[in-house]
C-alpha cells in the first residue's frame, strides 16, 4: 500500500530471478530511496538467519510509490523477494497485503497509516493482512479484516515455510468506534463567564466559530466545547481515526468523542496545516469534526493565521510539494482567543489604544470568519456554578436534530454550511429578522458576507428555541453575538 495525503492505493510487487551476481535490483521505488531499502533488506534476511539467494533478483513496484517513500513496503520487498528465491513458497503470500518496516536486525517496526490502508485493501477485496504486530489493534477495527501480527521477520519467514500466518483474535472488527467519555471535564467547573458560556451553546448548536476577548478562562472553556458536541457518527469517527493513525496517533484517537487540538503559537506552519514531504497531517487536521483552540491567537505568525482562510472556507487542507498535492479534511468549529494586549506589553502604561490596535489587526484576515463572538471575565469569585455539561448537550443535540431534518435534503449538516445563496431563497427569515440585518447591511456594520453569518446564527437561535424560522429576537441576538464584547464586531 501507497499513501498520498489519507488517499491509499493498492500496489502490486512483482520479483524474477534470472542467473548472474547475487544482487538486488529494486524498480518502482523513489531514486534516492532505492539504496536505503536495499540495504534494510539484505541486513534484515542475513540476521533473520536465511542465506542471502546467490542469484540477481529484481523487485518492480507498480504503480510507482510516491516521493515520499516512508518504508511500509519493506516487509512485502523481502517476502516477494524470499520467494523468488525459493526460501518460501510463493502461493503462501499471494493475495495478501504485508505493511511493516524492517530494522536491521530483522525486527519489524510499526508504520503509520495502518488504518486507512487495510480498509483500502478490504475495499478492493485483499482481506489478509500482515501488519506489526504494535499496529494489529488497530487494523482489526476495519470490518472484514483478517489481521495477521508479525514482530520479526524471522517468524514470517518460518510460518510462511510450515504453514500460512496466524490470524489476530485478540480484538475482534469494529462497526462502531469505542465510546469514550464526552464529559471528562464539565462547564459546570466554569464559574460565571454568562455570556461566554451561552456563546459556546450557539457555536456547538450551529457549527460557527467563535472568538473570545478578555483574560479570562478560555482554555478551559474551550476544553470543554467537545463535551457538549453530539457524538460523532461512525462514518465520522472512523475519519477522525484515519488521520490519526497517518498522523502515528492511533492510540489517541478520541473514539465518538469530537477531537480538540491546541497547537501552542510556536508551532510551525508544518506542524499546524500539514506536511507533503513526511505525508502528515497537521493540528487543523487532527480537529477535523471537533475543534481548533488557538490561545492567544495574536501570538501566531501571520502565515498561519492567514492560511487559517482557506480551511475554514473549503473544510480542508491543500498542500503542493515534491510534484503532488496532498488534501487533508479539516472542517472544525474554530475557537481562538485574544487578550487585550500583547505579553511583552502586558503593563498598564504600555497597553494603549494603539497596541491594542494593532494586537487585534493580526487577526484582521481571521475574524472576519468568526460569526460569535463574547467576552470572558478572570474575577468570578462569588459567582453562582452554571449549567452542567450534560444539560446543555441536550439542548444542542435537540438544536442539530432540527437542523438536520431541515437540511435532510440538502448535503450540508449544520447551520454554518449552509451557502449564502441558499440562505435568501431556500431558507428565509422572518420579515421583520431580514428587515433588521438588512438595516445592519445599510448602515455599515457588516458586509453581505457577514450577513450571511448573522442569518446562519439566526437560524441556529431559532433552532434552540424550536421554533420553525428565525423571528425578530433571533435575529437580534445573532447581532449582538456577532458585535461581542467590544460592539465592534469586525465586518
Known sequence: ????????????????????????????????????????????????????????????????????????????????????????????????????????????????????????????????????????????QVPGAVVMPVTRLADVIDQLRHGTLRDHHDQEPQSEFALSSSFAVDLADVPGNQAARRAL????????????SGDGPAAMLAERLPGILPPLTDEAARQVAEIYSLAGRSDRAPGITPPLSAPHHSETPAAIFGSVAANRPGAVSLAHRGVLHLADAPEFTRPVLDGLCRPLDSGQVHLAGLGRTVRYPARFTLVVDARPCPY???????????????????????????AVRAPIEQNNRGARAGEPSAAVAARVLAARVRAAHRLADTPWRTNAEVPAPDLRTRFPVAPEAAELLRSAVITGLVTADGLARLLRVAWTLADLRGVDRPQFDDAAGALELWKGADGDGAR
Open 1 to 140: 500500500m501507497a499513501l498520498v495525503g489519507l488517499h491509499p492505493q493498492l500496489v502490486d510487487i512483482e520479483a524474477d530471478a534470472v542467473p548472474g551476481d547475487a544482487e538486488l535490483y529494486l524498480v518502482g521505488l523513489p531514486e534516492t530511496s532505492v539504496w536505503p531499502a536495499r540495504a534494510r533488506i539484505r541486513a534484515a534476511i542475513l540476521n533473520s538467519g536465511t542465506p542471502w539467494p546467490d542469484t540477481r533478483i529484481t523487485v518492480s513496484v507498480t504503480p510507482m510509490i510516491p516521493p515520499v517513500y516512508d518504508a511500509a513496503a519493506d516487509l512485502a520487498l523481502a517476502v516477494a523477494l524470499l520467494a523468488t528465491a525459493g526460501a518460501i513458497l510463493p502461493e503462501r503470500i499471494t493475495g495478501r497485503v504485508f505493511l511493516g518496516e524492517l530494522a536491521l536486525n530483522g525486527q519489524i517496526r510499526p508504520i503509520r497509516g495502518v488504518l486507512p490502508m487495510v480498509a483500502v485493501a478490504v475495499r478492493a477485496g485483499i482481506s489478509r493482512v500482515v501488519v506489526p504486530a504494535e499496529c494489529a489493534r488497530e487494523a482489526a
Open 201 to 212: 451553546e450557539v457555536c456547538a448548536a450551529g457549527g460557527h466559530h467563535l472568538f473570545l
Open 344 to 370: 511583552l506589553e502586558r503593563r498598564e502604561s504600555a497597553c494603549t489604544p494603539e497596541a491594542r490596535r494593532r494586537y487585534r489587526a493580526r487577526l484582521a484576515l481571521l475574524l472576519p470568519r468568526v
